[in-house]
Nanobody, 115 residues
């Protein structure tokens, strides 16, 4: 069973930066896409960014130019580098791994943007 462990969340001031990490363990294949989602209170979960095993990325319009999703295949780890954070980026962030048709989720990590 693949396990995803997230880290790096916390409190940051507006326009600050934060980097989330998601480490995958017990993954046997190198061909998988990783995603970061977020869910703000009272809102639906939304896709923030994704990266394929080949390194192709895609971002939600709301984070383009501010967030990046680097990936370290040797460590089976994906990051979410968040810059110029805004109060509306406050949410619980979840990483997700898709291997074929199987989907795995991390436990979620809280990001608060406040002065």
């Amino acid at each position: 069973q693949v396990q995803l462990v997230e880290s790096g969340g916390g409190l940051v001031q507006p326009w600050g930066s934060l980097r989330l990490s998601c480490a995958a363990s017990r993954i046997r294949s190198s061909f998988y896409t990783m995603y970061w989602y977020r869910q703000a209170p009272g809102k639906q979960r939304e896709l923030v960014a994704q990266i394929t095993s080949g390194g192709t990325t895609n971002y939600a319009d709301s984070v383009k130019g501010r967030f990046t999703i680097p990936r370290d295949n040797d460590k089976n780890t994906v990051y979410l580098q968040m810059n110029s954070l805004k109060p509306e980026d406050k949410a619980d962030y979840y990483c997700n791994l898709m291997s074929g048709t199987i989907s795995y989720w991390g436990q979620g990590i809280q990001v608060t943007v406040s002065s």
